[in-house]
């Protein structure tokens, strides 16, 4: 029984890691959009928690369904949806904080 709970421990803990410059969607048409936008979409994204990274990932990127992004990282369904409306009143919110005049200065960057 030992191993068992050791191996579900192990698999609670996998992270799903995914470098969104190496990842090519077919869906998107790279002139649609713009490099500074791509650029603020990143920024955003890098500031949800991997738990949220995962998440997002799996289902607007890679397309998966909400019941199979929760089978892959063994979270109940319902879990899945909530950390999707989080994360996308997340990402809007950041995109909103940088699209404010100023919003680089405010974050220390010059």
Do not use: I, N
């Not at 500031?47 to 089978?71: F, G, I, M, N």
């Not at 950390?83 to 404010?100: I, V």
């Amino acid at each position: 029984m030992l191993v068992l709970d050791e191996l579900r421990r192990r698999r609670r803990r996998l992270v799903v890691e995914v470098e969104l410059t190496d990842l090519h969607h077919p869906d998107t048409d790279d002139a649609s959009l713009s490099a500074a936008d791509r650029d603020a979409l990143e920024r955003a994204f890098q500031r949800l928690d991997p738990a949220q990274r995962s998440v997002v990932t799996l289902h607007y990127y890679l397309d998966l369904p909400v019941a199979e992004v929760a089978a892959a990282l063994e979270m109940p369904v319902g879990s899945v949806k909530s950390t999707l409306a989080r994360s996308r009143d997340a990402l809007r919110a950041a995109l909103e904080a940088d699209a404010r005049p100023g919003a680089a200065l405010e974050g220390g960057v010059a």
